[in-house]
């Protein structure tokens, strides 16, 4: 079992940054993938950031050269960078640990709302 929860999200004006935090407990194995996700109101939850086992990241068009995912050398704490931030970026984003094989291996966070507004 894991146990994830973020913190950091907030009130920002567009153009600022913040950065989210996730702290993870419970047995994570070497394998697991780390990622960070968002939903917005009424709209499905999206990939933001993901980080291999290896360290490889990859993230979509829309948070590309904006966002940075980071981890400690522990995997126990997963950050998410967000610069520029745009209304649009808007969401609560979710913190998730996946297995490489098990599909079943498949762990959330509670989420934290990210809101930029002026």
């Known amino acids: 079992q894991v146990q994830l929860v973020e913190s950091g999200g907030g009130l920002v004006q567009p153009g600022g940054s913040l950065r989210l935090s996730c702290a993870a407990s419970g047995i994570i194995f070497s394998t697991d993938i780390m990622g960070w996700y968002r939903q917005a109101p009424g709209e499905q939850r999206e990939l933001v950031a993901r980080?291999?086992?290896?360290?490889?990241?990859n993230y979509p068009n829309s948070v590309k050269g904006r966002f940075t995912i980071s981890r400690d050398s522990a995997k126990t704490t997963l950050y998410l960078q967000m610069n520029r931030l745009k209304p649009e970026d808007t969401a609560v984003y979710f913190c998730n640990i996946r297995g490489l094989i098990d599909p079943r291996r498949d762990y959330w966070g509670q989420g934290t709302q990210v809101t930029v507004s002026p």
């Open positions: 980080i291999s086992s290896g360290g490889d990241t």
